[in-house]
């Protein structure tokens, strides 16, 4: 079961591919999909609006909800007669992110590079068809932007995405996009047409740029890192005006000071990868990241690497 478990984490967790070889136990996924449709502590869904978001029939999702609630992990509102996030996801939520000292460091150097663009720049991972946002710097006078840590945004409409896609193995990416097209096959067709394109742009370039994608007048590039801690890709992000950055502009100017953040921050992965959910020893520095740190990590042995910087 441990080198199952294993294999999943090293090639990223598809639930259709999984759940075909019986690896998961269907009520605990469904679970799941119930929990990822309240986006945000605020959230207040009832049972049709939530059968609606994860395409399970109402009665399941009753029960769900019903087993939700008794485990603390959803909390019922009488009034409204809605549910919202209950205290025991909150806790485990709270705990997870307890002691992250290197978190800091990764926003502060979010903000830099968010101001001097200006821009939206994120750091995010990957869940099922979506990516959430760990950290996000943003520029005073960065407009139509609104992310803050814990947003969604969907794979295949966005820069993150694409990058995200691009750089797994082509196997586990064909795998995730053929259970994009059975599950929400308008993303599905946003994502496939440009697939090959991105792997191979993110082979020579070392990133991922998307324009007007998810809006018209937003542009996005991206860079994909390997995380020893998550075992899966993340990604380092940012979104501009399309009328301030076209794509020349992203290439030019955006993807230079992209590639360097993504490097630094790739080595503090590397080396920081046990202090990302435990607490530091007092005083014992973040190891300085190293220029010849490589931003992509792949199982084959021809690695991609950043561009030039």
């Known amino acids: 079961m441990g080198r199952r478990s294993e294999r999943l984490s090293r090639h990223g967790v598809l639930a259709g ?3 075909a070889e019986g690896d998961v136990i269907q009520v605990v996924s469904r679970a799941f999909d119930v929990l990822r449709c309240f986006e945000g502590h605020e959230a207040r869904l009832g049972n049709l609006e939530i059968s609606n978001r994860c395409g399970l029939p109402r009665s399941t999702v009753s029960r769900l909800t019903h087993t939700l609630t008794r485990m603390g992990q959803l909390v019922y509102l009488p009034r409204d007669q809605k549910y919202r996030i209950g205290p025991s996801a909150v806790a485990m939520s ?41 950290e996000v710097g943003r520029a005073a006078n960065a407009l139509g932007l609104s992310s803050t840590s814990g947003s ?25 996009l053929a259970e994009m097209e059975r599950e929400i096959p308008d993303g599905a067709k946003l994502l496939r047409p ?19 994608l ?21 990604v380092v992000t940012i979104g501009l005006l399309s009328a301030m950055y ?60 950043a561009g030039a910087r």
């Open 94 to 134: 709270t705990s997870m992110m307890r002691g992250l000292q290197l978190r800091n460091v990764i926003r502060l150097r979010l903000q830099e590079v968010a101001e001097q663009l200006p821009g939206t720049v994120g750091f995010v991972i990957p869940d099922r068809f979506h990516l959430v946002y760990l």
């Open 214 to 234: 998810w809006s018209p007048h937003i542009n996005g590039l991206a860079v994909p890192l390997w995380s020893p801690q998550y075992q899966t890709y993340v």
């Open 246 to 305: 076209d794509e020349k502009r992203l290439h030019k100017e955006v993807a230079p000071r992209l590639l360097e953040l993504s490097a630094s921050i790739g080595a503090m992965l590397k080396g920081g990868a046990a202090e990302l959910f435990s607490d530091r020893a007092p005083g014992q520095p973040l190891r300085a990241p190293g220029h010849s740190d490589k931003i992509i990590r792949t199982e084959d042995p021809n690695e991609l690497e």
């Open 17 to 19: 591919e999984a759940a």
């Open 152 to 176: 969604r945004i969907a794979m295949a409409s966005t820069a993150a995405g694409h990058a995200y896609t691009a750089a797994l193995d082509t196997e586990i990416g064909d795998a995730l």
């Open 194 to 212: 440009r697939l090959e394109a991105n792997r191979r742009v993110l082979r020579e370039r070392g990133y991922v740029v998307a324009c007007g």
